[in-house]
């Protein structure tokens, strides 16, 4: 019933920029927290950024200062911008959102299929 969906995804040279997306649709009375997580072959998934309802923002160390994660509540949209790429950011980006369907469910949580960034050296 709830999907989110990612783009904007691909081939960018090392010190490039990228801008991901994910929007959230289906039965949704609320968005509690949207955030992107990132799998490189052979390594397990990693959160790259987070952002929660009230705005407050959590990145991993490795991003800090070259990704900014954003929302647009009225989209239920979140995006990545990828500044400084390089090639150890090459991955299947995944979005997450956690979602509340009514007022009267629990969170739960959804994932996107992914969307693959390969950075050139």
């Known amino acids: 019933q709830m999907q989110v969906a990612e783009s904007g995804g691909g081939l960018v040279q090392a010190g490039g920029s990228l801008r991901l997306s994910c929007v959230a649709f289906?039965?949704?009375?609320?968005?509690?927290?949207m955030g992107w997580y990132r799998q490189a072959p052979g390594k397990q998934r990693e959160l790259v950024a987070r952002?929660?309802?009230?705005?407050?923002?959590n990145y991993a160390d490795s991003v800090k200062g070259r990704f900014t994660i954003s929302r647009d509540n009225v989209k239920n949209t979140v995006y990545l911008q990828m500044n400084s790429l390089e090639p150890e950011d090459t991955a299947v980006y995944y979005c997450?959102?956690?979602?509340?369907?009514?007022?009267?469910?629990?969170?739960?949580?959804?994932w996107g299929q992914g969307t693959l960034v390969i950075v050139s050296s």
């Open positions: 997450n959102a956690v979602i509340q369907s009514t007022r009267f469910d629990r969170d739960l949580e959804v």
């Open positions: 289906g039965k949704i009375f609320r968005i509690n927290a």
């Open positions: 952002i929660i309802s009230g705005g407050t923002t």
